[in-house]
């Protein structure tokens, strides 16, 4: 990538997203399917500096000025609400997949509630680009649930339409942070989203799974081993589950669930 290039996806950024997501110079590796540059990097985090000066970095949560790159202030961070099920294979992420679907493992690394700090940061993650959030949240779970034995990741796609819309996959920098801290692939290019749903936030559980059960297809049946499926929320299993199902029923694979967080 020449240096003509970089700067039209700089002057690109400037004029078509709002500044928040200049803080985040990773965003544009999402945006436009390219590897982090050095030099961009450069451009991006001076230009970010000057911005810091006028717009100074806030926490999430509470609003409070941060002088750190995390999205939250320290008292902030010490009331995340962390789910500590790495020693309980018996967890609620488990017992809501069992019945759903045959999973050999469930994990989600923070409790979600209404109007909590894990939902603020999703909706930060999911709709204003904030793509650390789920770098930060990957080397969290990294560092209690050991992923190293699994033959890969594979992250709950969303619909190109949707992925056109929104410029990126929020659950991909969660994914990719784990597979690269397990030392295992990211497996993007399997599970594919062929229905684009309506939100599935008013719905029950049996709405849910009949809404979504066409909802996903396989770009083969090769695959093979032990895989991890990555989303960022567990609410009803009604996607997590039909991914898995559709996975295991196809392909000679066993598949453990990981989420970001787990409504209770
Ligand atoms: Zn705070």
Known sequence: ?????????????????????????????????????????????????????FFPRRCLNCDSVISSDNPLCVSCAAELPYTHWNADKKNQ??????????????HS??????????????????????LSIGRLLADKTSETVNLSNFDGIIPVPVHPKKLKKRGYNQVI??????????????????????????????????????????????????LKGNFILVD????????????ANLIVSSTDSKIAVMTIACTV
């Open 1 to 53: 990538m020449n240096i003509f290039a970089l700067a039209v996806i700089a002057v690109k950024c400037m004029c078509g997203f709002k500044i928040k997501r200049l803080g985040d110079p990773y965003f544009i590796h999402y945006l436009y399917r390219c590897e982090p540059n050095a030099k961009l990097m450069e451009i991006l985090s001076i230009g970010n500096s000057v911005l810091n000066l």
């Open 173 to 222: 920098p969660y994914a990719e942070t784990l597979a690269k801290n397990a030392g295992i692939p990211l497996i993007n290019d399997f599970l594919i989203r062929v229905e684009n749903n309506p939100s599935q936030v008013h719905k029950n559980r049996e709405k849910r799974l009949n809404s979504i059960k066409n909802a996903f297809g396989l770009k083969h049946e090769k």
């Open 109 to 130: 690394l923070l409790f979600f509630k209404h109007d909590n700090v894990t939902q603020k940061l999703l909706h930060f993650l999911k709709y204003h680009g904030h």
């Open 93 to 106: 992420a488990y017992r809501k997949l069992k019945p759903l679907c045959t999973v050999s493992f469930a």
């Open 232 to 243: 960022d929320v567990l609410t009803s299993g009604a996607t997590l589950s039909t991914c």
